[in-house]
């Protein structure tokens, strides 16, 4: 609509066209009111019955909550109105009536459970916190972006339906594919590895990874969004040094430019100060045993359960680095130590939950076959990888953010889902 103004750009002594949807009617007798919405904010148009023409009125009266409009008329100063404007109408045209009966509210006033919320989500991402959610995701990605860049990273695209899984085991969703079996990939991992082996060095990759684990929890999802960073000539401490900054820039632009979303989500919201705490492993398991918090204390080797790191995180209060996890238990494209029980992996965790998986990464092609061969893969089903670290590769750490979950904690959300437009767990396949 060439002609349109945001209800937000409305000013006193204009004439504007707006168009918006109808959020509310609140009809007074004599004169009544209609609130439209768009991107920007609402506006209320007046309508004095006596005075206007009767199938105006109708019409702007008439109309269903949420039906989209076209209103063109004259913006008044009114310091009764929420915005402290109104538009007194010339013309009304509804675009696209809706049904009387909504499956949800879209003005917030009656709660729908969360499965209802994701059946409809267009209807749900038109409530202000909702959309506060999704406005804030754009803002962390590009900021994430932009903090990429300012690393000298440049940003690449990796398949995601390959010949192998990343990880091998049963956490793969398999496809056909032009009469070939093959899988959607779980990580972009060792497309990442190849690259920095190229002229490139440094890069990202923001993109679906798809796991097919069967758990319904409010942390996990089956399709997922992950960030992803790998450079050449790092190793793990810088690889840490460089996540830190990515997430703590995230907080940043969201303090500076989502002020209007984080008064509609209502919460208190801190950018992390300092540096984050690099725990060992060991201190980590001690840590965790000392708060009594489990029914058995953990040993050397074991990975943390969901109640050692949640007790962890209450503990530390803030975001952490756990470092220095045994070999045993980390992936075989994870470096080892010159204390080859001590691996070069790292995580980076919220006080709720891991957010970060890391390490420096073996560039040694003998090395990392013995790893394939440990963890009981077959180096030849991932021959294009490994044959490419015949000819130079150089040392290189990365890691990998969980994108649903950055913005999860860092909005305080109960349940993952409400993080992703159109979720994709074991029980949702549509929208």
Request: hydrophobic content about 35%; some cysteine; aromatic content about 8%.
């Amino acid at each position: 609509m060439q002609n349109r103004t945001y209800t937000a750009d409305a000013e006193p002594g204009d004439t504007v066209t707006v168009a918006g949807w109808v959020h509310e009617i609140r009809d007074l007798g004599g004169i009544a009111f209609l609130i439209v919405r768009d991107t920007t904010g609402k506006i209320q148009v007046k309508f004095e019955k006596d005075d206007m023409d009767e199938d105006l009125v109708e019409t702007g009266l008439g109309v269903n909550r949420e039906s989209v409009v076209e209103i063109t008329g004259d913006v008044k100063e009114e310091p009764r109105a929420p915005t402290d404007v109104e538009i007194v109408p010339t013309d009304v045209d509804v675009i696209a009536e809706a049904e009387p009966e909504l499956p949800l509210d879209p003005s917030g006033k009656v709660d729908a459970d969360l499965s209802t919320r994701l059946d409809n989500r267009t209807l749900d991402a038109r409530k202000d916190d909702v959309e506060a959610v999704f406005k804030i995701r754009a803002e962390v990605l590009r900021a994430v972006r932009e903090t990429f860049r300012d690393l000298g990273c440049s940003e690449i695209n990796t398949p995601k339906i390959v010949a192998t899984g990343t990880e091998g085991g049963t956490e793969l969703f398999p496809i056909t594919y032009f009469g070939e079996e093959a899988f959607m990939n779980q990580s972009p991992q060792l497309f990442k590895q190849l690259m920095v082996g190229s002229g490139l060095e440094r890069v990202f990759e923001i993109g679906p990874i798809f796991r097919a684990e069967e758990h319904n929890t409010p942390r996990h999802l089956n399709e997922a969004t992950s960030i992803d960073f790998e450079s050449a000539f790092y190793d793990h401490h810088e690889a840490m040094d460089a996540c830190e900054a990515v997430v703590t820039a995230a907080y940043e632009a969201v303090a500076e430019n989502c002020g209007d979303e984080l008064d509609a989500l209502d919460i208190d919201f801190e950018v992390p100060e300092g540096d984050f705490p690099r725990l060992t492993y060991e201190e980590a398991i001690e840590r965790i045993n000392a708060t009594g918090e489990l029914d058995e204390m953990l040993v050397w080797g074991d990975d943390l359960p969901t109640e050692g790191e949640k007790a962890l995180g209450e503990d530390v209060g803030t975001h952490y680095f756990i470092t220095d996890w045994p070999s045993e238990i980390k992936p075989f494209y994870i470096m080892d130590q010159d204390d080859e029980e001590l691996s070069t992996g790292f995580d980076m965790m919220h006080p709720r939950m891991e957010l970060v998986s890391g390490g420096q990464r073996e560039h040694r092609y003998d090395r990392l076959v013995e790893g394939f061969e440990q963890q009981g893969l077959d180096p030849e089903a991932f021959d294009y990888y490994t044959k490419m670290f015949k000819y130079g590769m150089p040392p290189h750490a990365g890691w990998g953010l969980g994108g649903e979950r950055l913005i999860m904690t860092m909005l305080g959300l109960d349940n993952i889902r409400e993080a992703v437009l159109f979720p994709r767990d074991r029980q949702r396949l549509s929208p």
